[in-house]
């Protein structure tokens, strides 16, 4: 009982080949055809030794938190007010934690009442909630192509149908929102929610133009569709901007979702969900089911750490950071990638998208990356529709600028001999693609 | 914004009548139907005034807590390993935690592989992500009646079908669960899962007969029904004494929930689901949807309490703090109720099962039970079907023993009012009956 074996190594009770003699086949949810792991989550534990750079996940750099001070914070919570941080709470949340995330909020320019806000395991149980409340089988949920991961898995896990709408380097473009509303529609299907991640999205790295928002939101008024914003990185602007959100617009039409998981720390799993009024009491309800309440004492720890601690000169130092990041990524891809290769401009947040000359294949081209010691989250995860073979995701957030440059430098490489391969013998490879999938939290 | 209003107060944005109003009516998922707020929740603002002797609530007594040496942990844990416990984890849990576990287990006889354990946010999101993967709209879970009130509102939240086997002193009756299962049948409904906690009942406090768990375990293999054994008491009883598991006698056909909300601490939000190795990662990929990972930083703080502290020795503190709570309770149970009601005699865990007299409604008496400075969870709470309006539960977890004492003075004087009504107009009011409601976290 002292050691992890590796999950395929015979042990009593385990079974060689689960897939064929898992004896509990014939009693899953059907819900649970659409929950698939990752091919290349493998691939992760090999991505995750030292000598492979990275650039697949999705952590944020926390040694530039004060852990320290933190620590002794941590301890005051405990010793001072133990009695409620180890105890069960409210499933709406901690009440003075909700008055502080509506300040968070008003940095954005969200005007909110404590009342409306629900806190939530993380955003992805926001996201988790939301989809339990207004998505039935076979809803469609529109959806920026490509989109977040997990949003995808939770939409899968509710048997909602994802249709993808492109963007261009100014976000989600209006028109191609209607045509797909009208599509949706002439094929007789029921669009519940349009889900968004305005800002510096993740995976494509790119923001919704200011004068496309208010467009947008017209949109889904006109088709009676529900807009989840996710915006956890919407205060990593590099220069410090911030844009009006959706949410400000249509407070009525619009759930916003929140976290401090990359403007604090993501392993407090501490996020909200911003909701209609209406809409926030079968929320709470939702919630309770889940979870019965969130934890109570990351949520003390995050309000005192508000209350405390400079956290809005804490996130400059975490915009100045990724922003040095970002431009060590930018630079490197420009110096190395081979012609053909053409990648978003992040203005903030973690990502840059990469599209990669046709015929290369990013998943299939994956195993070479990581046996040339760099890995990256391929982009047919980020589709629901089989799209993204062409496209990859690479983050910054997470290695040096050293290792950035290092990792883009061996990517190219990898690039260069797929691309030569493919001028010798034609494509590389024919690959089926298939749905979302979770590689793992790291890539989230 | 900062000061939380009451929830029907006037404010831009909120609706006066909310159920008539709610612009999103038209949009929520069909499983919303079946998440009901409690008509008693909005007692529970009232019960939880100083004045009132709250038996209603399942918070654990965490005054026998070392707070100062948790403390002085939870520092340690952030300054020595914060980069780690802050980050994002796998969404299976944390591997030492894992082994951990399966140590706390083997004191229950359980002989399992960290492998096979998925930490989740408290044992309520291993119910929900248990029922995700097993329960279509329409199937059949059989629980014990009266059940958790959790369990109850996590299966109608995937629309599953409750249906209730009735307990005698010694749990759930086999000859009752087989007739259940042969009704189902000419029903022609699928039954999918047993969902039974075994040991110190929520809410009816019995404990199931070492001698039945044999004979239930072989009746749903035979029916090829999967149980669900919750045991978040298994360690509280009185005497130390511990019971065989389910998952001891049938490892491949248990799903095993355990938690650290009551032996430990409810705040931090640590429990988990021990699976069949074939079920394992199908759970991980929807606890993955759910909330990605679960928090790093609570499961760090109790591993490193199971490490360092003396656990064992804890619990055993609880033990006989919950055993001085139980004498109390039962001794002025004895001495105060009227005539005509009977209750449970638990010998571990929060909770006696009282039974009042015909015509008496539990539901009906409790504002005028709070009136009197009382409180209790009533009966038709822990029913999916209606059952339970002359039952209610009574909690000594929390309150001190004198407390309890005058607590149960006033409750029978309510009752001796609510009889001497009774015998002078007949039946005090005839109420309509409901399903599963949460009153709150605080009644876990």
Same mark, same amino acid.
């Given at each position: 009982m002292t050691s992890s074996q590796p999950p395929q190594s015979a042990r009593p009770g385990s079974t060689p080949s689960r897939q064929n003699?898992?004896?509990?086949?014939?009693?899953?949810?059907?819900?649970?055809?659409?929950?698939?792991?990752?091919?290349?989550?493998?691939?992760?534990?090999?991505?995750?030794?030292?000598?492979?750079?990275?650039?697949?996940?999705?952590?944020?750099?926390?040694?530039?938190?004060?852990?320290?001070?933190?620590?002794?914070? !941590?301890?005051?919570?405990? %010793?001072?007010?133990?009695? @409620?941080?180890?105890?069960? /709470? +409210?499933?709406? $949340?901690?009440?003075?934690?909700?008055?502080?995330?509506?300040?968070?909020?008003? !940095?954005?320019?969200?005007? %909110?009442?404590?009342?409306? @806000?629900?806190?939530?395991? /993380? +955003?992805?149980? $926001?996201?988790?909630?939301?989809?339990?409340?207004?998505c039935d089988p076979g809803d469609v949920v529109i959806a920026e192509g490509p989109s977040y991961v997990g949003a995808l898995g939770s939409f899968a896990a509710y048997q909602a149908n994802v249709v993808h709408v492109a963007m261009d380097d100014d976000g989600l473009v209006p028109d191609n929102l209607r045509e797909a509303l009208a599509a949706a529609k002439q094929r007789g299907q029921r669009v519940k929610c349009l889900y968004t991640i305005p800002n510096f999205h993740n995976p494509a790295g790119v923001t919704l133009a200011v004068d496309r928002r208010a467009e947008i939101v017209e949109i889904c008024a006109e088709h009676d569709v529900l807009i989840i914003e996710d915006n956890p990185y919407g205060l990593l602007g590099f220069d410090g901007q911030t844009y009006p959100s959706l949410r400000s617009m249509a407070p009525e039409n619009v759930v916003y979702l929140g976290s401090f998981s990359k403007t604090f720390a993501s392993g407090l799993r501490v996020g909200w969900v911003l909701a209609p009024h209406a809409v926030r009491e079968k929320l709470v309800l939702a919630a309770e089911s889940a979870t019965l309440c969130p934890p109570t004492l990351n949520q003390l720890v995050v309000s005192k750490y508000l209350e405390t601690h400079d956290w809005k000169g804490q996130i400059k130092t975490f915009r100045e950071n990724y922003r040095e990041r970002r431009d060590a990524m930018l630079s490197a891809l420009e110096q190395h990638l081979p012609a053909g290769c053409t990648w978003t401009q992040p203005e903030g947040g973690f990502y840059v998208w990469v599209t990669v000359p046709e015929g290369v294949d990013t998943k299939a081209m994956l195993p070479r990356a990581v046996t040339a010691r760099v890995a990256y989250a391929s982009g047919t995860g980020f589709y629901a529709d089989g799209l993204g073979s062409r496209q990859m995701r690479l983050s910054y957030c997470y290695p040096t600028p050293e290792r950035i440059r290092e990792g883009v430098r061996r990517l190219a490489g990898v690039l260069e001999s797929e691309m030569e391969l493919m001028r010798t013998f034609g494509s590389v490879t024919t690959r089926t693609v298939s749905g979302p999938q979770f590689p793992g939290p790291d890539t989230a």
């Open positions: 003699l898992d004896p509990h086949l014939d009693r899953y949810a059907a819900r649970t055809a659409g929950m698939t792991a990752s091919e290349i989550r493998a691939l992760f534990a090999v991505a995750s030794r030292p000598e492979v750079v990275s650039l697949a996940g999705g952590m944020p750099n926390l040694a530039a938190l004060p852990l320290d001070s933190l620590s002794t914070q !941590m301890a005051e919570v405990v %010793a001072e007010d133990g009695l @409620v941080a180890l105890q069960y /709470g +409210s499933a709406q $949340g901690v009440p003075t934690l909700r008055e502080q995330i509506c300040d968070v909020m008003a !940095m954005e320019g969200i005007s %909110a009442h404590p009342d409306d @806000v629900v806190v939530t395991v /993380g +955003s992805q149980m $926001g996201l988790d909630m939301v989809t339990r409340l207004f």
